[in-house]
Nanobody, 123 residues
Framework: VQLQASGGGLVQAGGSLRLSCAAS????????MGWFRQAPGKEREFVSA????????YYADSVKGRFTISRDNAKNTVYLQMNSLKPEDTAAYYC?????????????????WGQGTQVTVSS
């Protein structure tokens, strides 16, 4: 599967952005999907994940209550709605697909990756 992330940009602290990740192929609904981010000089970190049906979600503590992951299997797209953004949310955001059972925060457990989309939050 090929993944294409979009929706990043520059926003002031307290603002919102919605990231999208469009997947190619007809088996999108069989993949667990995740979002990760990487700030300059830091390791890639888990942000959120969602099950095949969208019925189960998983968030990093740092974004819980501010970010919402969702998916539309008919459109082969996963979303990350980001509200109440903080300067520390500034990073390149990556979507990823996992073809095995079980939500995971381990980037090594994901099989496919999209290119990053940059999110910059100004103070």
């Amino acid at each position: 599967v090929q993944l294409q992330a979009s929706g990043g940009g520059l926003v002031q602290a307290g603002g919102s952005l919605r990231l999208s990740c469009a997947a190619s192929g007809r088996t999108f609904s069989s993949y667990l999907m995740g979002w990760f981010r990487q700030a300059p000089g830091k390791e890639r970190e888990f942000v959120s994940a969602i099950s095949w049906s969208g019925g189960s979600t998983y968030y990093a503590d740092s974004v819980k209550g501010r970010f919402t992951i969702s998916r539309d299997n008919a459109k082969n797209t996963v979303y990350l709605q980001m509200n109440s953004l903080k300067p520390e949310d500034t990073a390149a955001y990556y979507c990823a697909a996992r073809g095995r059972f079980g939500l995971s925060r381990d980037s090594g457990q994901y099989d496919y990756w999209g290119q990053g989309t940059q999110v910059t939050v100004s103070s």
